[in-house]
């Protein structure tokens, strides 16, 4: 019950096309779902975040969305740039603020 | 402001023996968790302290173990390392206001041979 299921476990993606992410969980004690993004050799950062009460939100080029009834969420990159080729994190925490990681996507953007 | 400091960067030990991991958290940040990366398990949580306490903690065994200081700089011991043991450690440290960011450090690469 504590797992985030993550898909797809990498993705290509041309210059200026979608990239999406999906992830799923169980915990209905969740409450809070960042996301992160890694490049090699640092540590992760983070590049997004929602709270169940919103179904969107966007900041900038990235979106999550959210359904609370179907207990997923995505990430969204708009015109995905060879920049944020990187590998993403989705991840869930409830009130004590242990995060409990997906599996990770690994993105390329090829230009 | 200065990040997340984690020291040593790459650590190289022998299986057996036991290995220490320095955090020193962004100034200010009372909480300090610790994640272990593997290719094959990912990013799992090993345990969180603030002011001095173990707040909460994984499920990893008692080889396991940190404590934090006064100064919020927080150590990370493994005893009896066993070649699974071999990843990136990870700490991040944040203000412990609820769901703020967490800021992650460059972690320490330990390999076990």
């Known amino acids: 019950q504590q797992q985030v299921k993550q898909s797809p476990q990498s993705l290509i993606v041309q210059k200026g096309g979608i990239s999406i992410i999906n992830c799923a969980y169980e915990?209905?004690?969740?409450?809070?779902f960042p996301w992160y993004q890694q490049f090699p050799g640092k540590g992760p950062a983070l590049l997004i975040a929602?709270?169940?009460?919103?179904s969107e939100k966007k900041e900038g080029r990235f979106t999550i969305s959210f359904n609370k009834s179907a207990k997923q969420f995505s990430l969204h990159i708009m015109d995905s740039q060879p920049g944020d080729s990187a590998t993403y994190f989705c991840?869930?925490?409830?009130?004590?603020?242990?995060?409990?990681f997906g599996t990770g996507t690994r993105l390329q953007v090829f230009p | 402001k200065a990040g997340v400091t984690q020291t040593p960067r790459y650590l190289i030990k022998t299986r057996g023996q036991q290995v220490t991991l320095s955090c020193s958290p962004i100034?200010?940040?009372?909480?300090v968790s610790w994640y272990q990366q593997t290719p094959g398990q990912g990013l799992q949580f090993l345990f969180e302290?603030?002011?001095?306490?173990?707040?909460n903690k994984g499920n990893f065994p008692g080889r396991f173990s940190g404590r934090q200081f006064s100064n919020s700089r927080s150590e990370m011991n493994v005893s009896t390392l066993e070649l699974g043991d071999s990843a990136l450690y990870l700490c991040?440290?944040?203000?412990?206001?609820?769901?703020?960011?967490?800021?992650f450090g460059q972690g320490t690469r330990l390999t076990v041979v």
């Open positions: 991040a440290s944040s203000s412990r206001q609820l769901h703020t960011e967490a800021f």
């Open positions: 915990n209905t004690a969740f409450d809070y």
């Open positions: 929602i709270r169940p009460d919103v």
């Open positions: 991840a869930a925490t409830d009130n004590t603020d242990k995060l409990i």
């Open positions: 100034s200010g940040h009372r909480s």
């Open positions: 302290y603030f002011s001095e306490t173990q707040r």
